[in-house]
Structure formats: structure tokens, C-alpha cells
Nanobody
Framework: VQLQASGGGLVQAGGSLRLSCAAS????????VGWFRQPPGTLRELVAG???????RYADSVKGRFTIPRDNAKNEVYLQMNSLRPEDTAVYYC??????????WGQGTLVTVSS
């Protein structure tokens, strides 16, 4: 499966962005679908993910602000980001595979939150 991420950009603190990840094939039976981010000079971290069983997990830093809706019919997964903070600035990547961090990666989309 190839992934195409989009939707990044520059936004002021408190604003919202919606990232999209379009897959070239079906993701309905993929075990794990997730969004990761990598701030400058740090490691890539899981921001939000959906397991094959449908359970959803969020990083503590984004709980209550981010959601991860998906549209299996369109083979797309999204990251809805609200109440953005400067510390959310990072390159965001979508990922699908047998578990989080394995499988296919999108090319990354930059999100910059200004204070």
C-alpha cells in the first residue's frame, strides 16, 4: 500500500488543521493505522492510531484535541487537529501496517503552529 499525506501548513496557535492520508489500496483490514510526528531534532512519535480491533489510542499530549477519523470506502484516514499549539509543530506521517510503526509510510506533511 502506498500512502499520500496532505493537509499540512502554517496555522496560528488555537487554530485547526485536518490532515489526510490516501492509500492506494484497501486499509479496512490493516491491523494498525496511525499518524506519527517528528518535531525537529527529536524522534518520531505516535500521535494517534486505530488498531485492527478498532481501539483508538492517542498520545497524552493530544488527547481531547486530536481525533483520527477514517473512511474505509475511500481508503483514507485523517487527523483532525484542534486547539493547535506551537509544540505541535512537526512533520506528520501516516502509517499503515501489521502494527504501529511497521508497514508503509506516507511522505510526511509539515505542520507549523505559530504563537
Amino acid at each position: 500500500v502506498q500512502l499520500q499525506a496532505s493537509g499540512g501548513g502554517l496555522v496560528q496557535a488555537g487554530g485547526s488543521l485536518r490532515l489526510s492520508c490516501a492509500a492506494s489500496g484497501s486499509i479496512s483490514r490493516i491491523n494498525a493505522v496511525g499518524w506519527f510526528r517528528q518535531p525537529p531534532g527529536t524522534l518520531r512519535e505516535l500521535v494517534a492510531g486505530i488498531s485492527g480491533g478498532g481501539s483508538i489510542r492517542y498520545a497524552d499530549s493530544v488527547k481531547g484535541r486530536f481525533t483520527i477519523p477514517r473512511d474505509n470506502a475511500k481508503n483514507e484516514v485523517y487527523l483532525q487537529m484542534n486547539s493547535l499549539r506551537p509544540e505541535d509543530t512537526a512533520v506528520y506521517y501516516c502509517n499503515v501496517g501489521p502494527s504501529y510503526g511497521l508497514g508503509s509510510w506516507g511522505q510526511g506533511t509539515l505542520v507549523t503552529v505559530s504563537s
